[in-house]
C-alpha cells in the first residue's frame, strides 16, 4: 500500500512569513502533484513534477520533486492571506488511467 | 476555460437506496476517475475508467457501486444500495496524460446516507 504524509498536518503563519511544507513516502511515484482545496470543493491541481530533483516555481510557491522521486517540497515565499487553504500532495503511478494516491494533507492559515 | 461539472451537488438519501451521481468531464480528456473523501479524511481512489472500461479499482469499489460513461460525454458512478459509510463527497476527474498523470477534478457532490 502507498502511503504519503504530509507534515506538518497544521501550520499557522503570518503574513510575510515563509514556509514549506513536506511530502514523504516509502514509494517511489511516476509523478508528483500539488493540489489546493476549499471547503466543500475539488481539489485545484497547482503543479506536476515528474522528473527527479526536478523544480517547479510558480510565483511565489517552489515545488521540488525529491530524487529518488518519494518525496516533494513545498515552499511559500512571503505568505499571504490568500493563500490559506488545505494543500494536498498525490503521487501517480506507472501505467495506463494509473491512479493519484492523496497524501494527508496540511491546512495552512495564514493571519495579517 | 473548460471545467468537469459534477450534478447533483448535493445528494440526499435513505440507507437501501440508489443513487447516481453525474460527471461531465472536460471533452479532450480521455482517463476518467472518482475519488471519494469522507469529512475530515483525505481524498481516495475508488475508479479509473479509460477506453469504455475500468483500468482499476479500489478495495472501497465493491459489487455496489459500477460506473459507466453511457453517450460519451457523461461519465457516471452508481451506488447500487447505498449505506450510512457511504457518505462522502464523491469526486469526479479527468484526464488527457499517461505519465504525466495530471488529473482534473470536478467541485464534487456531498451524498449523505440517513
Known amino acids: 500500500t502507498q502511503l504519503l504524509e504530509q507534515s506538518p498536518q497544521f501550520l499557522s503563519i503570518q503574513e510575510g512569513e515563509n514556509l514549506t511544507v513536506y511530502c514523504n513516502s516509502s514509494?517511489?511515484?511516476?509523478?508528483l502533484q500539488w493540489y489546493r482545496q476549499e471547503p466543500g470543493e475539488g481539489p485545484v491541481l497547482l503543479v506536476t513534477v515528474v522528473t527527479g530533483g526536478e523544480v517547479k516555481k510558480l510565483k511565489r510557491l517552489t515545488f521540488q520533486f525529491g530524487d529518488a522521486r518519494k518525496d516533494s517540497s513545498l515552499h511559500i515565499t512571503a505568505a499571504q492571506t490568500g493563500d490559506t487553504g488545505l494543500y494536498l500532495c498525490?503521487?501517480?503511478?506507472?501505467?495506463?488511467?494509473?491512479?493519484?494516491?492523496f497524501g494527508t494533507g496540511t491546512r495552512l492559515q495564514v493571519t495579517l | 476555460e473548460p471545467e468537469v461539472t459534477q450534478t447533483p451537488s448535493h445528494q440526499v438519501t435513505q440507507m437501501g437506496q440508489e443513487v447516481i451521481l453525474r460527471c461531465v468531464p472536460i471533452?479532450?480528456?480521455?482517463?476518467f476517475y472518482w475519488y471519494r473523501q469522507i469529512l475530515g479524511q483525505k481524498v481516495e481512489f475508488l475508479v479509473s475508467?479509460?477506453?469504455?472500461?475500468?483500468?482499476?479499482k479500489s478495495e472501497i469499489f465493491d459489487d455496489q457501486f459500477s460506473v459507466e460513461r453511457p453517450d460519451g460525454s457523461n461519465f457516471t458512478l452508481k451506488i447500487r444500495s447505498t449505506k450510512l459509510e457511504d457518505s462522502a463527497m464523491y469526486f469526479c476527474?479527468?484526464?488527457?496524460?499517461?505519465?504525466?498523470?495530471?488529473?482534473?477534478f470536478g467541485p464534487g457532490t456531498r451524498l449523505t446516507v440517513l
Open positions: 475508467f479509460y477506453n469504455n472500461e475500468i483500468s482499476e
Open positions: 471533452s479532450n480528456h480521455l482517463y
Open positions: 498525490a503521487g501517480g503511478g506507472y501505467g495506463t488511467a494509473s491512479k493519484l494516491t
Open positions: 514509494s517511489v511515484f511516476s509523478s
Open positions: 476527474a479527468g484526464g488527457t496524460s499517461g505519465y504525466r498523470n495530471e488529473q482534473f
